[in-house]
């Protein structure tokens, strides 16, 4: 049974008391439909936004109230509470209420569980812990297997790698080209303009540039990649946001789902995330490099019997 990493349900005034010291830990709203929202925000319009934001802040009330009432609450209509449903994949309010409701069921016995293990850790700290963990476990509930597997398929048989990223995701660049380099992968990470055009300029068709941008806004980085595929150059982007002009212009994007920074400048949770999913991505190529090897090692022994046959 899949068990997921989430808060638990809470009362209408927002809290509740978890066996943990009274801390009051923040609601998080079911993982399909805050995902959901999540991905799409970028293109939701100002009245459809403050109804995912309410979605997202109040989930247990969402999941009970009328369409009426939810456009009452979100100062907005009904028209745009459907098309706010509409725009996130769902036929209807009922549609959404039902995943909201299904969600909320199904996600409180882990991070109860969290919560006996982190008693005396302080309310600030456990919102940290949780928001990582939530990011991370988004991450991979969405984990395209299809767009990884082309990934590290391109990025085995390259002939460099070219990581870009600024600031945060700049760190997540140099985090894992540190790890591709470990298998013998020519890589090079890239966090400022000046450099990226400098080695776009030597790139060829048999180069991967994998661009990494959680909001996927990054003026460079979205250049970066339009600038590789015009030559021809494999182009990656790993972001939070499919809508975003740097997935948009990639040949194929890898998703992440994390929360939006608790303050300005605050990438934890995001870069975290990103880290995880490549991981993964490390992992897999480790395996079809290891698999590779194996074939290779039992060919060259039946060559070897042939000849001493012979």
Not at 30 to 56: C, K, N
Not at 153 to 182: C, M, N, T
Request: net charge neutral; aromatic share 4%.
């Amino acid at each position: 049974m899949e068990v997921a990493i989430a808060p638990t349900t809470r009362p209408a005034n927002g809290s509740r008391d978890n066996g943990c010291g009274g801390l009051t830990v923040r609601h998080e709203a079911s993982l399909e439909v805050s995902i959901r929202i999540r991905t799409h925000l970028p293109m939701l319009r100002p009245a459809e936004r403050r109804v995912a934001d309410y979605v997202l802040a109040s989930p247990g009330d969402a999941v009970v109230a009328s369409i009426g009432e939810l456009a009452r609450r979100c100062q907005t209509s009904p028209a745009t509470v459907s098309k706010f449903c509409r725009a996130l994949g769902y036929a209807n309010l009922a549609t959404l209420r039902r995943s909201l409701a299904a969600d909320l069921a199904g996600t409180r016995l882990a991070w109860d569980q969290i919560l006996t293990v982190l008693g005396d850790v302080p309310q600030p700290a456990l919102e940290a812990c949780r928001s990582i963990l939530l990011g991370i476990y988004n991450t991979f509930r969405i984990f395209d297997r299809a767009a990884v597997e082309a990934a590290v398929e391109r990025i085995d048989r390259a002939r460099h790698v070219l990581l870009v990223g600024s600031g945060g995701s700049g760190i997540v660049a140099s985090f894992i080209a540190q790890k591709f380099l470990r298998l013998g992968v020519a890589t090079v990470a890239m966090s400022d303009p000046s450099t990226c055009r400098d080695h776009l300029a030597l790139a060829t068709p048999d180069d991967v540039l994998i661009a990494i941008s959680h909001r996927g806004e990054t003026a460079y980085v979205v250049d970066a990649v339009r600038d590789a595929r015009q030559r021809g150059v494999y182009a990656i982007a790993v972001t939070q946001r499919p809508g975003s002009p740097v997935a948009m212009a990639a040949d194929i994007r890898l998703l992440t789902s994390a929360e939006e920074p608790l303050w300005p400048g605050d990438s934890t949770r995001g870069r975290l995330a990103a880290m995880a999913l490549f991981d993964a991505l490390h992992a897999l190529l480790v395996a079809v490099r290891a698999a590779t090897e194996r074939t290779a090692a039992i060919d060259n022994e039946a060559t070897a019997r042939r000849v001493s046959d012979e």
